[in-house]
């Protein structure tokens, strides 16, 4: 009896041993783990309420605008200027060029702009968050939203090299979503060099402008890090490739941005001019070829710009007449990418800013459908035109993907205008020169640009979504410094350069 009771309080001791045991083992992997506790709170979603919110507020407008006038270059190679005569000034913007056509480039205005009720309201917005909250340290926590760091690049060091991508986890990066910060480290290049690739006129400290804040900023996308551009390690990582930009001025003013931003604005001769493999020459009659493609020896890299202001074909109805009409194909695409997709291995598309009357009429663009002139009227409005031509030629790439799998495609969405107090011709301004004065945060997850956005869903072709983030870069305009307009006369399309289209860079090799 003594010996079963022994017994018994032996496995008595050893069942409250386990128990300890147990207990110490769990409260230990607490103390060790003390994230488990937050972990419901940490996936949630910051909003910071003391930043200006442009996010659902901002409204894209179908439809087109009155013509704008914005000066361009119409030289025969990337770095030769040119002035527009006065008498031009009333034609918008740029001609799109075919080797029999003559007609220099202008643009003009965006067929989708952002309300000014919302620009108003955020405005108001970011007044009173300013005012209120300004030592919110939920901000100042945030390393994703360091300001001029030089050790930035470390929050994101040890990742594998070959991954451009630097999303958190498990999720993609938004990189429209986030806000501007300082940046001392900027420009990535000098504005007083460059000549070897940036056009005079967009280089805007060669001209009288005297304020320089807007090169001092950088784009920080929201809960996740953007790597730092480094051009050694873009050119090795495209290595054997080629990049194309097509479409308007305004992809052309991404090109020369890219192309400054890859020799750091400095003069090389490790770039040789190959444009003869993809067409572009210059055509007779014409002030200049329909674009540039420049290799770099060392990465056998080329970079490589097609103009094609409306992303369709555009050919004359009689080739043996000057004073042609000229056929718009509106659901065919560009003969360039039909005859060249096959070389590209990464393709960055727009349109936009000549979806209007005046152009149309400039330019002797006449709307075909099915090879025929067009006679459906729901389709002769300017934004039903539009979007029917984006939509075709975003369905005819994605149907080549197939045949070229390594092939990445980009839309990139429409570049906003900035004018105040009216338009080109009456009066507008853009001449802020106070960074971000409508708000420097967008927090909205669908894109401005509805039309690109649309066009792009459900196919392998991803939007390169810039245009809310430029809308809150007022200041970066060419602005009353054109070195080509009329007094009174400014470039509220175009920008200065280094400026704005050096973060589409940015942002399109982070996606890459």
């Known amino acids: 009896m003594k010996v079963g009771a022994y017994g018994l309080k032996v496995k008595e001791l050893s069942l409250i041993s386990i128990f300890l045991l147990c207990t110490t083992i769990i409260i230990w992997s607490w103390k060790k783990t003390p994230d488990l506790n937050v972990s419901i709170t940490s996936q949630t979603p910051m909003q910071l309420p003391s930043e200006n919110l442009l996010s659902s507020s901002v409204v894209s407008v179908l439809g087109p605008e009155p013509p704008i006038h914005v000066d361009e270059d119409d030289s025969s190679s990337a770095n030769k200027k040119t002035t527009i005569e006065p008498e031009e000034l009333h034609l918008n913007v740029a001609s799109q060029i075919v080797p029999a056509q003559s007609s220099s480039g202008r643009d003009e205005g965006n067929s989708e702009i952002l309300s000014s009720a919302s620009d108003e309201e955020a405005i108001t917005e970011a007044k009173r968050n300013e005012d209120g ?16 760091s030089p050790q930035r690049g470390s929050l994101i060091s040890g990742k594998d090299d070959n991954s ?49 804040a ?43 941005s890219l192309m400054c931003m890859l020799t750091g604005g400095e003069e090389t001769h490790d770039v040789k001019d190959v444009g003869k493999e993809y067409g572009l020459v210059l055509g007779q009659g014409a002030l200049r070829p329909n674009g540039w493609a420049y290799r770099f020896l060392s990465t056998n890299t080329t970079i490589l710009y097609y103009w094609s202001a409306s992303l369709c074909d555009v050919e004359p109805i009689n080739a043996n007449n000057l004073g042609t009409d000229y056929a718009m194909h509106l659901d065919r695409p560009p003969v360039f990418l039909r005859q060249y997709l096959h070389k590209l291995d990464v393709l960055v598309l727009n349109t936009g800013h000549h979806w209007n009357r005046g152009k149309f009429k400039a330019n002797r663009w006449v709307m075909h459908v099915g090879g025929v002139p067009n006679t459906d009227k729901k389709i002769a409005s300017m934004g039903s035109a539009k979007n029917l031509t984006i939509h075709s030629v975003v369905s005819w790439v994605n149907s080549q993907l197939p045949k070229y799998p390594c092939l990445k495609v980009f839309f990139r ?32 997850e669908e894109s401005t640009d509805q039309v690109a956005a649309h066009a792009v869903k459900g196919t392998r072709i991803k939007l390169l979504d810039i245009t809310a983030i430029s809308h809150l870069r007022d200041e970066g305009h060419i602005s009353r410094f054109s070195i080509s307009a009329k007094p009174g006369v400014q470039d509220c399309l175009h920008w200065c350069l280094p400026g704005i289209p050096d973060t589409w860079n940015e942002i399109l090799f982070a996606q890459i």
């Open 133 to 148: 909250e300004k030592n919110s340290t939920r901000e100042e926590n945030r390393p994703d939203f360091a300001i001029d």
């Open 164 to 212: 451009w991508n630097n999303a958190t986890e498990n999720k993609e990066c938004n990189y429209a979503r986030g806000k501007w910060v300082p940046d001392s480290h900027r420009p990535l290049y000098s504005g007083f060099g460059c000549k070897q690739w940036l056009s005079e006129m967009w280089a805007c400290r060669l001209t009288q402008r005297t304020d320089f």
């Open 214 to 256: 807007y090169e001092k900023f950088r784009w920080q996308p929201k809960d996740c890090q953007m790597e730092e551009f480094e051009r050694s390690k873009v050119l090795r990582r495209m290595q054997h490739k080629t990049v194309a930009l097509v479409g308007d001025s305004l992809g052309r003013q991404q090109f020369q």
């Open 413 to 444: 969405t429409i570049s906003p205008r900035h004018f105040f107090g009216g338009e080109w011709n009456t009066g507008g301004s853009c001449d802020n020169t106070t960074p971000m004065s409508v708000g420097k945060e967008i927090l909205g």
